[in-house]
């Protein structure tokens, strides 16, 4: 104990601190449950199991936490239950890699040990302080089931690894008091912390009072002695709880990332927030005033259920990082099950983490562009090409020559006649997703232009697939996509969440294809559409569409006849993870 508390102190010396905690309210706490014989598929060949997507062994995770970069080394924190495949006994686990794909699993890096974490260590974030020594703030639940943020440390530098961490003797570092009026049952899930112009750090912290979510900023010379500013960095009436908020800045022009202290004219700022209420990841663009230290979103910008998402799917409790090696800001996001809680603890396992993506500011300045990372085309292996192939009225054409259930797809299509795309109704104009499961299911809807995309794991009898969409309407005087990912097929398991996901995509279809990704990954689907304009992550669990019996295919469902410009897929190998 001596040891380690010396070795606190003198890191202490270099300024450290950070603290942080999440509740995530999707997280339902379910009573234990006894264990029940796995079905032989569950035992020996566990279908759903992802090969190239972030995931343990067993168990339950959640959201992404402290993600970094040390020494070469790629860190990865995340929530996870070493006791059971549901919510509960949460921990912070701790895996490392040179690439972002390939991952070593460690020892838990921060688990229940003082009072102010004893009944759990919640969400958090990584900050590198100056001489390159990272601190993690992270939220933590004390005796009272009070939200507390606390402080932990490496309690060795010179490990790349840092595989053993040190928690502050002074925790909670931020904590409710009767004096600063926080809500003790919604104060989670502090930030990476930057550096003002006065020298001194700040952090937002996720808060709500009544229906108004806040960030609580607070601020601090040395790490460790934390004062809560005296008004929030940002607030927006009826949105609900801000968890997981995420706050950094963006450069205006290309594609490369900047630290989270940069500040001035060639930045714009990105406030992301989840959304209890919904289980959404929100977002907006705007202006840091350092000044004033208040966040000011763009003229025009939606706070809300209907803002800017980066996921229209099955994505939450994101956190970026930046990437100094690469220079570019990385963002990570928890995708949760769609299948039923009895069914998770038969597999044994819930929850898996996104494939990271780059994010970077569109060239209009209006929203953020989101790519997979570059080196997960290290796995591709089996490269197909279609060229210049016409899908005509209610035609499909199977993509032969990869591995179906295991596979990256990339294709992009023309649209030459716009006569019959249909007007886009104004009580659709907000709300994507009840369009798309109106008008954008494959195989049961016939459109103008469109529905057109690719029908992915895929049944050989077509009694199971999901469908990745496009269908233009008319909006007024311009033209929109509306983007669809439907599961409504997905599965004869009727036990399993088969919502349809949509989000309109803004699209000049007289000069640009309409360009559509896909990573298939067996229970996982996420696409990218326009370049990385819309993306929407389904999880699915079919029944039929298993091993062998899986296909792959293009299709066209509109009465309007569409050109597969290019069509590229490669099969995925399988990466080496925990």
């Known amino acids: 104990m001596a040891s380690i508390s010396l070795c606190f102190i003198s890191f202490l010396c270099f300024l450290f601190g950070h603290g942080v905690f999440q509740l995530q309210a999707s997280h339902h706490v379910h009573k234990p449950q006894t264990s029940t014989s796995l079905p032989y598929h569950y035992h020996h060949r566990q279908p759903y199991r992802t090969s190239y997507h972030f995931q343990p062994p067993k168990n339950w995770i959640n959201d992404p936490n402290g993600p970094m970069i040390y020494k070469g080394i790629y860190h990865l924190f995340y929530q996870y239950n070493p006791k059971g495949a549901v919510w509960g006994n949460i921990v912070w686990a701790h895996s490392t890699s040179t690439d972002l794909i390939n991952w070593e699993p460690h020892d838990h890096a921060i688990f229940p040990s003082q009072p102010s974490d004893i009944n759990g260590c919640w969400s958090g974030s990584a900050t590198i302080l100056p001489g390159e020594k990272p601190a993690i703030l992270y939220t933590g639940i004390n005796p009272k089931n009070q939200q507390v943020q606390n402080l932990a440390v490496p309690k060795n530098l010179s490990d790349p690894y840092l595989r053993e961490w040190v928690k502050s003797p002074k925790n909670p570092l931020m904590a409710p008091t009767p004096q600063n009026q926080i809500n003790a049952s919604s104060f989670r899930d502090p930030t990476t912390a930057w550096l003002g112009p006065n020298g001194e750090w700040r952090v937002i912290v996720g808060n709500k009072v009544h229906t108004r979510g806040l960030a609580l900023m607070f601020q601090s010379k040395d790490f460790i002695k934390w004062d809560q500013v005296d008004h929030p960095l940002h607030y927006a009436d009826g949105s609900g709880m801000w968890e997981c908020p995420d706050f950094y800045p963006v450069a205006k022009t290309g594609r490369r990332g900047v630290d989270t202290t940069v500040n001035g ?314």
């Not at 996509?481 to 949509?502: E, F, H, I, V």
Request: charged share 25%; aromatic share 10%; net charge positive.
């Open 265 to 578: 004219k060639n930045v714009k700022h990105v406030l992301k927030v989840s959304l209890d209420d919904t289980r959404h990841d929100v977002y907006t663009i705007g202006t840091y005033d350092v000044e004033k230290d208040i966040y000011v979103p763009n003229k025009g910008s939606i706070e809300g259920y209907s803002g800017l998402r980066y996921d229209y799917g099955k994505y939450y409790a994101s956190k970026t990082f930046y990437d100094g090696q690469k220079k570019r800001r990385v963002l990570w996001g928890w995708v949760n099950e769609s299948s039923s809680v009895e069914d998770d603890i038969k597999k044994g396992w819930s929850g898996i983490q996104g494939i990271p993506r780059t994010i970077w500011l569109d060239a209009s300045g209006k929203q953020l562009i989101q790519w997979p990372i570059e080196e997960i085309q290290k796995l591709r292996k089996n490269k197909v090409t279609l060229t210049n192939k016409v899908l005509k009225k209610g035609s499909t054409i199977e993509v032969k020559g990869v591995t179906p259930s295991q596979a990256d797809v990339e294709v992009s299509f023309k649209v030459k006649n716009l006569k019959k795309a249909q007007i886009l109704k104004p009580q659709y104009w907000e709300n994507p997703q009840v369009l798309c499961s109106q008008k954008g299911r494959a195989a049961t809807t016939k459109g103008g232009v469109g529905p057109f995309g690719l029908l992915v794991l895929a049944s050989n009898d077509f009694k199971e697939y999901t469908s990745v969409s496009f269908t233009i309407f008319k909006k007024q005087s311009k033209y929109v996509a509306l983007m669809c990912s439907d599961q409504s097929r997905s599965s004869l398991n009727p036990t399993n969440d088969k919502t349809t996901y949509g989000a309109f995509l803004d699209v000049d279809v007289d000069s640009e294809d309409l360009s559509l990704r896909s990573l298939i990954d067996h229970s996982v689907v996420e696409s990218f559409g326009l370049k990385g304009k819309g993306c929407i992550t389904a999880r699915v669990y079919p029944t039929l569409a298993i091993g062998d019996n899986v296909g792959l295919y293009a299709f066209n469902n509109g009465t309007e006849s569409v050109t597969i410009t290019k069509l590229t897929a490669w099969s995925m190998k399988k990466a080496r993870i925990n």
